[in-house]
Every structure is written in structure tokens, then in C-alpha cells.
């Protein structure tokens, strides 16, 4: 899979740049110029974040494609309405618009998360910006065309967004200090390109590491209704 990667990067890129994606690094979002630790990123005990454990979520259907956000602070009212979901319209899970223009949204203890089967939106630094409105945020994308993201949004700082593939040494690591992640978050990234574990989870553990809220695995497998993204 990961020959695949420079090839469905590069597509998704154009597909994104022509439907206006705010990832791309020429907006001034991607890179957070003095990375640090944060008070938003504790460094033991609860919210600590282990990779290994979010393999679990992956013994389901979301392992194929999926946008997971948590957003701190919010109620799931205040995150579907930022998003523009649809409330007035469930969708049923097996049809087509559910499968890429759909978000649910499961409220945790201190705040909410979201998951978008096959969608990007909680990706883009700007759009998660909003959603969080002053919240510390942080999502995790990944799709079968091996794109990703690690999305983070913390208060008073630039978004930061970084590819889990760009941890494998084979895609030529650029040093960890020089991926914009804050310091408590480098080892995670690190991680996502051990092999040990699947990207994504790693991309898990950064986000619990991030928010201090664990993503609970039956919020991935069944999060409730599905909302049509206007």
C-alpha cells in the first residue's frame, strides 16, 4: 500500500484544491512556526493516549475510511449546527449520501465527537477552527486512497496539520521537530510509521493525547444518527 502513496496523494490533492480544500499548506495553516508542549497536551496519567489500544477500532467497518474529530467544551447541538449538518434529515447508513456527506456526533465525557464515514471535513485546519470556536479540537482523516491527516487546533495558535504517512521512514521523515507538532505529540507521530500499529491509531492516541478525551470505540462503530453535511 504505501508504493500507493505519493499516486493517491498527488490525486486527492487536485481533487481537494478544486473543491476549495483549506489543507493546503499555501494558506498559512499547516505548519505551527514555534511548535511546543501546550496546556492542552498532557504528558501522563489519564489522556495519556496509547496507539496500540485504538487497533481495537479497527476490527470494524471504520478502518476504510473515516474522519474522526473531538472537539472540547461543546454540545453535539453547537458541533452539528458549525458543521452545517442537516439535522432535520437522517440518512439511513447504507445509502449513498451516508457515505461521505454524513456526520454523526456522540457526546463524551468533556466534550463531543464526531465521525464522518468516508468524509474529510473535521480534516481542514479552518473548517475545525470554526466548529471548535475557541475549543481545543483535534481529528484524525485517512481514506483507501492512503490520504490523511492529523489535524490540531488549540486556542490563540495556528491550526497544525500533518500526513501520518510522512512518519514512514521510507517517504524520506523529515525530523520530527521540523513537522509542526507540538512536543508531547512527537513520539505518537513517530509511531504512526513503526509498522506496529495502523496509522490512524496512532492518529487516535494523538487526539485523546491532545483533548484528554478517549474516543470510545462504539462511538466509531455505531455513533448514532446520520446527519446530511449541507
Request: net charge negative.
Amino acid at each position: 500500500m504505501r508504493l500507493l502513496v505519493a499516486a493517491g496523494t498527488l490525486a486527492i490533492g487536485l481533487l481537494l484544491s478544486a473543491c476549495g480544500d483549506d489543507r493546503d499548506p499555501g494558506d498559512g495553516t499547516r505548519i505551527d512556526p514555534e511548535p511546543r508542549v501546550s496546556e492542552h497536551v498532557p504528558t501522563s496519567g489519564a489522556g495519556a493516549g496509547a496507539a496500540g489500544s485504538y487497533d481495537l477500532v479497527f476490527e470494524s467497518g471504520a478502518d476504510v475510511a473515516n474522519c474522526i474529530g473531538v472537539v472540547e467544551g461543546v454540545s453535539i447541538e453547537e458541533v452539528l449546527e458549525r458543521y452545517g449538518a442537516d439535522t432535520g434529515r437522517e440518512l439511513d447508513p447504507e445509502s449513498d449520501a451516508a457515505y461521505g456527506f454524513s456526520i454523526a456526533a456522540v457526546a463524551v465525557d468533556g466534550g463531543v465527537v464526531t465521525v464522518e464515514p468516508n468524509g474529510f471535513q473535521c480534516s481542514r485546519p479552518k473548517k475545525l477552527q470554526r466548529v471548535a470556536d475557541g475549543h481545543p479540537a483535534a481529528s484524525v482523516f485517512w481514506n483507501v486512497e492512503s490520504d490523511n491527516a492529523f489535524t490540531l487546533v488549540r486556542p490563540g495558535r495556528p491550526p497544525v496539520s500533518v500526513d501520518l504517512y510522512d512518519a514512514f521512514p521510507e517517504m524520506g521523515t523529515p525530523d520530527v521537530t521540523e513537522v509542526g507538532l507540538p512536543k508531547g505529540l512527537q513520539a505518537l507521530w513517530q509511531e504512526a510509521g513503526s509498522a506496529e500499529v495502523e496509522p490512524w491509531a496512532a492518529g487516535l492516541a494523538m487526539v485523546e493525547k491532545t483533548t484528554g478525551i478517549v474516543v470510545p470505540r462504539e462511538a466509531v462503530e455505531a455513533p448514532g444518527p446520520l446527519y446530511l453535511l449541507r
